[in-house]
């Protein structure tokens, strides 16, 4: 059930980037790699400050913590992205 969710959680957030994007930059504050990728990401849209943590499927630029990182937000709803260690970016 749990991993249910988290998939159409997922989905959703994917879903609403794609329907309408612009590209920005972010800072990565946190990635992990053991048990599970997952990296934590602040960015800035107009005068808000977001934070966000997503699944990375590959890193080929050994991005680490404080590394600068592309990423697609949605115009609707600025709090989903999709970064660029994203299979979908």
């Known amino acids: 059930m749990v991993a249910e969710a988290f998939e159409k959680k997922d989905r959703i957030r994917l879903d609403e980037v794609k329907a309408g994007f612009l590209y920005s930059k972010g800072i990565i ?3 992990k790699s053991h048990k599970g990728h997952s990296i934590r ?3 800035k849209i107009g ?3 977001f934070e966000t943590t997503n699944g990375w499927d590959s890193n080929p630029n050994r991005l680490s913590e404080g590394d600068s990182i592309s990423l697609r ?3 609707k709803s600025p709090e989903n992205v999709i970064t660029e260690l ?3 970016f």
Do not use: D, F, K, N
Request: proline residues 0%; charged residues 40%; glycine residues 6%.
């Open 86 to 88: 994203e299979e979908e």
């Open 73 to 75: 937000y949605s115009v």
């Open 29 to 31: 504050t946190g990635i």
């Open 41 to 43: 990401v602040r960015y």
């Open 47 to 49: 005068e808000e400050i």
